[in-house]
């Protein structure tokens, strides 16, 4: 065997280590620290947005068996738990798989009552105020719009954040009251006509062991006017004031 094969073989041999050790790395980092998520669905807008792709903290509530890749159970219960606050917008997976990525918005805590009537929003039987802002259009990516009404919300406790509705006449806008039970979280889109959510059996109220993590920062935002191949059309496509942008 010569030099040469020698030293390409401890070339090859370190080269795989790096990689090896970058992988290690990047999986520490997404499980206990940061993670990307993109947005696939309009039921968080106006604050989310179809192509945003975000950020979201793992740390801020603590660790399950969900932070770590492929839900490895590793982790029994939840560990360095730290509640989510009301209006906390994050991520979950969808208690009826355990596997689904969701991101809503906490509005109901433990011990709450939910209820919509008349597509009005009740806590613990009192009104959800808020205050209609005009109109929100949305423009998609084949020239057409869609146009909603946008409230600000204040939910108890004061926390503001902005709503559309189509109407208060829509699917969800009537419900039974919810009552939240201990360890267990109630979850809304701001897109409040067009979320499947706590209100849908097929989501359910949200159980801590889901939490996988808080909303942070928009990192990238694309519109979706252009494919992948289609270099020249990049710039224009990007939704440059969303970038770095904080979620609240």
Same mark, same amino acid.
């Given at each position: 065997?010569?030099?040469?094969?020698?030293?390409?073989?401890?070339?090859?041999?370190?080269?795989?280590?790096?990689?090896?050790?970058?992988?290690?790395?990047?999986?520490?980092?997404?499980?206990?620290?940061?993670?990307?998520?993109?947005?696939?669905?309009?039921?968080?807008? *106006?604050?989310?947005?179809?192509?945003? +792709?975000?950020?979201?903290?793992? +740390?801020?509530?603590? +660790? =399950? %068996?969900?932070?770590?890749?492929?839900?490895?159970?590793?982790?029994?219960?939840?560990?360095?738990?730290?509640?989510?606050? /009301?209006?906390?917008?994050?991520?979950?997976?969808?208690?009826?798989?355990?596997?689904?990525?969701?991101?809503?918005?906490?509005?109901?805590?433990?011990?709450?009552?939910?209820?919509?009537?008349?597509?009005?929003?009740?806590?613990?039987?009192?009104?959800?105020?808020?205050? !209609?802002?005009?109109?929100?259009?949305?423009?998609?990516?084949?020239?057409?719009?869609?146009?909603?009404?946008? @409230?600000?919300?204040?939910? *108890?406790?004061? +926390?503001?954040?902005?709503?559309? !509705?189509?109407?208060?006449?829509? /699917?969800?806008?009537?419900?039974?009251?919810? %009552?939240?039970?201990?360890? @267990?979280?109630?979850?809304?889109?701001?897109?409040?006509?067009? =979320?499947?959510?706590?209100?849908?059996?097929?989501?359910?109220?949200? *159980?801590?062991?889901?939490?996988?993590?808080?909303?942070?920062?928009?990192?990238?935002?694309?519109?979706?006017?252009? =494919?992948?191949?289609?270099?020249?059309?990049?710039?224009?496509?990007? %939704?440059?004031?969303?970038?770095?942008?904080?979620?609240?």
């Amino acid at each position: 065997m010569t030099d040469k094969t020698i030293q390409a073989g401890k070339g090859i041999k370190e080269n795989v280590k790096t990689v090896i050790y970058a992988v290690l790395i990047a999986l520490f980092i997404r499980s206990f620290f940061f993670e990307p998520f993109s947005i696939p669905s309009g039921s968080m807008i *106006p604050t989310l947005l179809v192509g945003d +792709y975000l950020f979201v903290s793992k +740390y801020t509530y603590g +660790y =399950s %068996r969900y932070s770590l890749p492929m839900g490895i159970p590793l982790i029994q219960g939840r560990v360095w738990y730290d509640s989510p606050k /009301r209006g906390d917008v994050l991520v979950f997976k969808l208690p009826t798989d355990n596997e689904t990525d969701y991101i809503k918005r906490v509005i109901g805590l433990p011990g709450d009552t939910v209820q919509v009537k008349g597509g009005r929003l009740y806590i613990n039987g009192n009104i959800v105020p808020r205050e !209609e802002k005009g109109e929100f259009v949305l423009r998609l990516s084949d020239g057409s719009a869609q146009r909603f009404t946008e @409230y600000e919300e204040t939910l *108890p406790g004061g +926390y503001k954040h902005p709503i559309i !509705e189509i109407s208060d006449e829509e /699917r969800y806008d009537n419900t039974e009251e919810f %009552r939240v039970p201990a360890d @267990y979280f109630f979850m809304m889109g701001d897109n409040r006509d067009n =979320s499947v959510d706590s209100r849908s059996v097929s989501v359910g109220m949200v *159980p801590k062991e889901n939490l996988v993590g808080k909303a942070r920062k928009i990192f990238y935002s694309n519109d979706g006017s252009s =494919s992948w191949w289609e270099i020249w059309k990049w710039p224009a496509s990007v %939704r440059w004031g969303r970038l770095f942008g904080s979620i609240s």
